[in-house]
């Protein structure tokens, strides 16, 4: 009966600990630094989680048509230190994001700051490391 708690107590414990690591990734594997965007689009949702904060934004590509854009920011803790609160976003709200774009191409960017309609302008609080 020991033998078998302690398996079940070691997978148990391995599996709380390898979903955050599964869930978490580095900068460089998502991101290209060398890839720059600049969009002005509406606040469709914010999602303030860790380990990440994600926000959605509507933008009018070149061709006329609205497309929605996911950004990534640091964690809370971070965006925190760095100016941010849970109300820094609301849905609604037109802004300008600085980025870098996703590696695969899709609509995706993580946050190296954004600009409030009031010229207010926050950091991603984004590591750009392995």
Not at 17 to 44: C, K, L, Q, Y
Not at 55 to 66: R, T
Not at 95 to 114: E, F, N
């Amino acid at each position: 009966m020991t033998s078998k708690l302690v398996r079940v107590t070691t997978t148990v414990t391995a599996l709380i600990f390898t979903v955050p690591v599964i869930a978490h990734h580095s900068f460089v594997a998502m991101f290209d630094g060398d890839r720059p965007i600049e969009v002005t689009g509406t606040v469709t949702e914010v999602e303030w989680l860790n380990p990440h904060v994600w926000f959605y934004i509507d933008v009018e590509n070149d061709a006329g048509e609205v497309v929605n854009w996911a950004f990534e920011m640091g964690n809370p803790n971070s965006l925190m230190r760095n100016g941010w609160n849970h109300n820094s976003l609301q849905v609604g709200q037109v802004i300008t994001v600085v980025g870098s774009r996703a590696r695969d191409s899709s609509l995706k960017a993580a946050v190296q700051r954004v600009t409030l309609s009031t010229g207010k302008e926050l950091f991603g609080a984004q590591e750009e490391s392995g």
